[in-house]
DNA sequence: GATGAATGAGTTTTCATTCAT
DNA sequence: CATGAATGAAAACTCATTCAT
């Protein structure tokens, strides 16, 4: 707040700080009270500055939305290249589904289902949540690929299996009050360690062909 | 559903065949624009009466959101009810399956995101969707025990295992322009098929216990 | 309710005792919510007929106002009449006051703030209030003028002095929870008294002439 | 008052001055229309700002009626501090008669009538009126003890005579186009100088007794 | 006559956005 | 740069009034 201190988040990223702020804000609003809830006002109380002054920052309340959104997929990939540097592959696979799957906190989950719900209405959001998903779709099955035990192994099937299990985790923590997502998180792994063998436990004779 | 049935609730129904036909209405808007960018006037257009006419089925514009999610809610009751009727139990479980997930429609998936994204800011609305969720729950489970093949069968943790699938698959439903289920489902139904056997792939040693 | 009573009142009457009916639920409602917080909808529950009906015996809900103002106005005038048949002026006097100030309920004082205060924005009301006014400062001072026991009594000047202490009686019974009109009351009759008997308490040395 | 110190007001006044400019647009809306006839956007125009600015200062329409009521109750409160400085007990008591009654505008008599009949139906309303009535009663019992002349004085009934006299002033100062409140207050000012006397002209045979 | 469902204009209130300071 | 007062265009909701039955 002093002058200084504002002097030099001026002169070096100070606008990128300066985000951030607003977005971990809106965050906190936007888990609290959801997005259509949450006033400017609001936002600009929790981030401790003029309503105004967001707009320097964002163009519109929606601009908000999609910086929170893409920085959510951002850090996805922050996480996993930080995983894959400290360790092996193996390694940023468990990690990310440690860090996003069984420790994922109800804030977390809920925004991802306001994201997503935004998504339905909002075109930018909506494309937003396509490219994070296939940035997704795409690490998980090379990794999965260069994981694979067995040369049945299908990566790009494992990851069909893989990927409403793991939607379905972050929507059972964010509505039911007292979710435990490790039974979930825990079959997560067996059907991956599964696949990565080649014995995925597929679709045998389907029943409901139409 | 059938247009002649649809004239004769019109025609004589009264009370409820105006809430259902303001649902109708409701449902089409909240899946074209999102429950906060439909207005009552939306509403009002697409039911083809006047804003202030709703307010005489529904007492406010929550109000009506919490009747879609009950109309939900009790429809899959009612097909359940009725599946059973026609037929058994596994044929009742594998038609709800069919219809709910494998056929569902991106509106009923949109719909449901909605819902459970309004969730987090509605009581109401959570508590509904609380109900429904336990209602879900307890029938599976139940008609998983009946159908069970193998004293090792674990209705509760297979169903524990089903959820998040069920609702992963919803979500990639709503959000993925080109989802198509079959393939969760057939592994949904493989889940099933394997857990009524009592060869649940399960927990095994959890890799990223903390 | 049944046909034949519905055709007795329709063939004579039934007009004039239907609207008495109406501004009898309408002093109801009125008094216990006031002219604006009450519906037509509160008058049509209130007098057990639909809505629609109403307006067959009134114009408009303005209509009903001024037709409850009238009814308050002739109420006065027929009570008077009343009083004088069945006894001495001096009693009709003191049967007034004893009816309208002593034993005036809140009900009654609410109602007639409630016509006070709408005047200020109907001029049909406050034409109504105006001749009220006018015939009740007429019967007054004719009636003290025939009472008076000293030819020094001025009715006039004595009605001049009874008009704000009569009214003040109604708003402090209509405004103040526990108020008891007694001392007041007796306060009015002691100056009627000195006032036919011509010694009324005057305007002697008006010490704030401008 | 003036319109120099109007213009200071406006011009560094912040929050408060803010309120006075509104509150000074809503009485000439409330007097000219009454509450329920005058629109947010009516105070918004008369006031010379945008209807959703009115909302920075007043947290609903009601909100500024009780402000009206409140500022009345407070004006009197500080017209009665400034004679009592500027003069004697006596001064203060002639001059608030002077002010509140004798030169009593219709505007304040009106916005006087219809925050009586407010009070009917808004209990915060009816709260400020009774504590306005209550610090008027303490007030002026305060006083006429301090003017009494004759140990036989009663404060409490002398008060409890003026009271409605008072309020019948106001009400007849409303209601009826040409009438002078001239005679009445010199009536009140012989019973309070009567009643300072020990000689008010009291209760006698109550010839109404039930 | 009577009903009560329906209308739709009008009202209060909110809030994203702007802009003078 | 930053503020926060101000805007004004919605939006939800109400209710006097109408009219088909």
């Keep these: 707040m002093s002058a200084a201190a504002g002097a030099v988040l001026d002169a070096r990223g100070g606008q990128a700080a300066r985000r951030e702020h607003i977005l971990d804000a809106a965050e906190a609003c936007f888990v609290r009270n959801g997005f259509h809830r949450s006033t400017m006002q609001d936002l600009a109380r929790e981030a401790g500055m003029s309503p105004g002054n967001i707009y320097r920052y964002f163009e519109s309340k ?104 793991m939607k379905g985790i972050i929507i059972e923590r964010a509505i039911l009050p007292d979710y435990d997502p490790a039974p979930s998180v825990a079959h997560l792994l067996g059907l991956i360690e599964a696949g990565l063998e080649g014995r995925l436990p597929a679709a045998h004779g389907n029943e409901t062909d139409r």
Tied chains: 1, 2, 3, 4.
Excluded: H, K
């Design 62 to 165: 929606e601009a908000v939305v999609l910086g929170l959104a893409d920085r959510e997929r951002a850090r996805g990939g922050a996480l996993v290249e930080r995983l894959e540097r400290e360790g092996d592959r193996r390694g940023a696979l468990l990690g990310i589904i440690e860090r996003y799957f069984l420790a994922i906190t109800r804030e977390t989950a809920v925004l991802r289902v306001e994201i997503w719900s935004e998504a339905n209405r909002n075109p930018d959001i909506a494309a937003m949540v396509v490219r994070s998903e296939e940035e997704a779709r795409l690490w998980f099955t090379q990794t999965l690929a260069a994981l694979a035990v067995s040369p049945a192994c299908d990566p790009v099937a494992l990851y069909g299996a893989m990927g409403p299990l």
